[in-house]
C-alpha cells in the first residue's frame, strides 16, 4: 500500500484555508495512488491553538470543519489532527476519515507541559490505542509526545475501523514514551503513524529520530512521522517529515521548512526506500528558520511588508537580508538614521547593503531632533553630567520615526537586537526595542557573526568590513559593545549555560568562567527582565528563548548563592 505524508503549513484559525489545504493535498495524494493520507497533530486548527479552545464557538468551529473536510474526502482514507470536545472534556484528536465518514479517533494521551507547551491547561489525556485497517495493513496512531520517554504499563483496547489491516495512530507527545506506542502494537499495529506539530530548535532533528528509532527498537513497528511545517508567532515548524524501518533506519525524508508531500510504499508492514531530502548545514538551517518565521509572520498577519533602521552594523545587516530573502526586495524598507556619532563607514556599508539587496534606503539625519530634545530638557538636565540619558534619547528618536512610517505605510517594523542583548538588558526600551517581530531575538551575537558569513557564502550582500570592525551602537564618541559588557564569545557561552542549560552560578563558575562575569552578567539578566517583558516577539531557534518558555517574575527578591 501507499502513505501520502501531508507536510502542511496550517495557519490557526483558518479553519476554512486549512480545510481547503489538507483537501488539496489529498487530491493529489489520491491522483499519486496513495491509499491514506497523514496530517500533523491539530493540522485542522493548526498549532498551537492556545485559549482559542477555551471558546465554545471556536471549538464547535473546528467540529463543523470536520464534517466539512470528511465529506470533500473520497476515496482515500485520512486521518487528521483536531481539537474535540467529548463528555466535557478537551481533547487533542486525531481522527479516521474513510468514505466521507470518520470511523476511528485517537486521543492523545501525553500531554506536554514544559517549554513552549501548555497542553496541560487544555485537554485531558486519552486512555485507549487507535488501530485501523488500510488494504491489508494495521496502522497505529500516536500524536507526538505519545512515543516519547520510557516505558511504562499499557492496556491496549482497538478503536476504530477494522478491514484485516491494522494501524497505530500516536500524536506527538505520545510517540515520546513507550506506553502508547506499545499499546498501539499490543492492539494489532503493524506500522505506526505518528502526527506531530514539533517546532524547530537547534539539534531537533536528530532528537526526534534518536527517539523514534527507540520506539522502532522497541515495539518492532516501522513507523511514519509527520510534522507540521511554518511560522506561529515564535515558533517555527521545520517539518522534516520521515519514514524509519524497522530496523530504524530512515527510508523516506521530506525537506526542512517547505510545504510538501511524500509518498512512501509499504509491504509486508515494511517501507520501501524512497526520495530523502539532503541535510542542511547548520548555519543554513537556523537561516532558513528565521526566513520562515519572518515571512509566516508577515503574510499570516496581513501586513504589506516590513521595514527597519538600518545601522551599518551586523546586525541590522543581517536582519535586512533575512527580510528580503523571505518577502522580496519589494516588500521590504530600510532606513537609515545618522546621527553625529555614525562613522561614514557605517552609512557607506548601510547604502551598500541596501544597494546589494535591492531594497529601497531611506536617509533621515536625527541630529537636529536630538538637538531639540535636549534644548527642551536642558532646564531639566542643568547640572547633571550627560550619560547613558542621552544615548537612549537618540535611539528612541530613531524608534519613533520607524513606527511612524509603520503608522503611515502598514508595514511592520522588525527590531534588530541579538539574544545577547536581550539577555543582558544591552537595549533601548521604546528606542531600537520598538517594533513588532524581533528577527534576532533567539540568536546569539556569535550566531550572527556565524549567519552572515553563510549568507554571504551564498551571495554577497553584507560588507566584509561590517563583520570585522569591532560592533558599536554608536550613540557617543568611539564607543564599542565591549565597553559595557563582557567580550561575546565569553558572554554567550555564560548565557547559553545560565538561560538555556538552566545551571546555577557556581557550576557555571567551575567551567572555569570569571566569578566576575558570571556575578555581572546573572544580574544584567535579573535587572533586564521587565524590558524584556515589553519587547515584541522573536523567532525562538534555541531550546530556550526569551518568550513562551521563558516564565521569571519582575519583581524577584531570589539572589543566586555563588560560593
Same mark, same amino acid.
Given at each position: 500500500m501507499k502513505i501520502a505524508i501531508a507536510q502542511i503549513n496550517?495557519?490557526?484559525?483558518? @479553519? /476554512?484555508?486549512?480545510?481547503? *489545504? +489538507?483537501?488539496?493535498?489529498?487530491?493529489?495524494?489520491?491522483?499519486?495512488?496513495?491509499?491514506?493520507?497523514?496530517?500533523?497533530?491539530?493540522? @485542522?486548527?493548526?498549532?498551537?491553538?492556545?485559549?482559542?479552545? @477555551?471558546?465554545?464557538?471556536?471549538?464547535?468551529?473546528?467540529?463543523?470543519?470536520?464534517?466539512?473536510?470528511?465529506?470533500?474526502?473520497?476515496?482515500?482514507?485520512? +486521518?487528521?489532527?483536531?481539537? *474535540?470536545?467529548?463528555?466535557?472534556?478537551?481533547?487533542? /484528536?486525531? /481522527?479516521? +476519515?474513510?468514505?466521507? *465518514?470518520?470511523?476511528?479517533?485517537?486521543?492523545?494521551? *501525553?500531554l506536554p507541559n514544559y517549554t513552549v507547551f501548555d497542553e496541560a491547561r487544555y485537554f485531558e489525556p486519552g486512555g485507549a490505542p487507535c488501530v485501523c485497517g488500510v488494504n491489508g495493513v494495521k496502522f497505529g496512531v500516536n500524536i507526538c509526545e505519545d512515543a516519547w520517554g520510557a516505558q511504562g504499563p499499557a492496556t491496549a483496547r482497538t478503536r476504530g475501523a477494522d478491514t484485516g489491516a491494522r494501524l497505530g495512530i500516536n500524536i506527538c507527545a505520545d510517540s515520546w514514551n513507550a506506553e502508547a506506542p506499545r499499546a498501539a502494537r499490543e492492539a494489532g499495529a503493524t506500522v505506526l503513524l505518528v502526527l506531530n506539530a514539533s517546532p524547530y530548535h537547534l539539534g531537533k532533528q536528530r532528537v526526534r529520530q534518536d527517539v523514534m528509532r527507540e520506539r522502532v527498537a522497541e515495539t518492532g513497528l516501522a513507523l511514519v512521522y509527520v510534522n507540521m511545517v511554518g511560522g506561529q508567532d515564535e515558533l517555527v515548524f521545520d517539518g522534516g517529515s520521515f519514514v524509519m524501518s524497522r530496523d530504524g533506519a530512515v527510508m523516506h525524508q521530506l525537506p526542512m521548512f517547505d510545504e510538501a508531500m511524500g509518498l512512501v510504499t509499504f509491504t509486508d508492514g515494511e517501507p520501501q526506500p524512497a526520495e530523502i531530502a539532503a541535510p542542511l548545514a547548520l548555519e543554513a538551517e537556523v537561516y532558513r528558520a528565521l526566513q520562515l518565521g519572518v515571512r509566516d509572520y508577515i503574510n499570516k498577519n496581513g501586513f504589506p511588508g516590513a521595514l527597519l533602521g538600518l545601522s551599518g552594523g551586523i546586525d541590522s545587516a543581517l536582519t535586512l537580508a533575512v527580510a528580503v530573502d523571505a518577502?522580496?526586495?519589494?516588500?521590504?524598507?530600510?532606513?537609515?538614521?545618522? /546621527?553625529?556619532y555614525t562613522a561614514g563607514m557605517s552609512v557607506e556599508d548601510a547604502r551598500a547593503e541596501a544597494r546589494a539587496l535591492k531594497v529601497r534606503c531611506t536617509e533621515i539625519a536625527i541630529k537636529p531632533m536630538f538637538d531639540a530634545f535636549l534644548k527642551a530638557l536642558s532646564a531639566e538636565f542643568r547640572g547633571l553630567p550627560e550619560d547613558a540619558t542621552e544615548e537612549n534619547i537618540q535611539s528612541r528618536i530613531r524608534g519613533t520615526l520607524l513606527m511612524a512610517l509603520s503608522n503611515k505605510t502598514g508595514a511592520i517594523v522588525l527590531t534588530t537586537g541579538n539574544k545577547s542583548e536581550m539577555g543582558t538588558g544591552y537595549a533601548t526600551l521604546y528606542g531600537d526595542m520598538a517594533g513588532g517581530f524581533g528577527v534576532l531575538k533567539d540568536v546569539t551575537k556569535m550566531m550572527v557573526y556565524r549567519l552572515a558569513n553563510y549568507r554571504n557564502s551564498v551571495s554577497p550582500v553584507i560588507p566584509q568590513r561590517v563583520i570585522e570592525r569591532a560592533p558599536s551602537a554608536e550613540l557617543r564618541p568611539n564607543q564599542t559593545d565591549q565597553d559595557s @559588557?563582557?567580550?561575546?564569545?565569553?558572554?554567550?557561552?555564560?548565557?547559553?549555560a545560565y538561560v538555556e542549560n538552566d545551571l546555577s552560578p557556581k557550576e557555571i563558575i567551575a567551567q572555569g568562567h570569571s566569578r566576575n562575569d558570571v556575578e555581572r552578567l546573572v544580574r544584567m539578566v535579573r535587572l533586564s527582565e521587565y524590558k524584556r517583558r515589553q519587547a515584541p516577539i522573536g523567532i525562538r531557534i534555541t531550546p530556550r528563548g526569551f518568550g513562551k518558555d521563558w516564565r521569571f517574575p519582575i519583581t524577584n527578591k531570589f539572589r543566586h548563592q555563588f560560593d
Open positions: 496550517a495557519t490557526v484559525g483558518d @479553519l /476554512s484555508g486549512n480545510v481547503a *489545504r +489538507i483537501t488539496e493535498f489529498a487530491a493529489r495524494a489520491r491522483r499519486a495512488g496513495a491509499d491514506l493520507m497523514v496530517t500533523p497533530e491539530l493540522a @485542522l486548527c493548526g498549532y498551537p491553538p492556545e485559549d482559542l479552545l @477555551l471558546r465554545e464557538d471556536f471549538l464547535a468551529a473546528c467540529d463543523q470543519a470536520l464534517g466539512d473536510l470528511a465529506a470533500r474526502a473520497r476515496d482515500i482514507t485520512l +486521518i487528521v489532527g483536531h481539537p *474535540r470536545v467529548a463528555d466535557g472534556k478537551r481533547y487533542n /484528536s486525531a /481522527s479516521i +476519515i474513510q468514505n466521507g *465518514r470518520i470511523v476511528g479517533t485517537y486521543d492523545k494521551q *501525553r518577502l522580496g526586495p519589494e516588500r521590504v524598507r530600510a532606513v537609515m538614521m545618522p /546621527s553625529q @559588557l563582557p567580550p561575546y564569545p565569553v558572554l554567550d557561552a555564560i548565557m547559553e
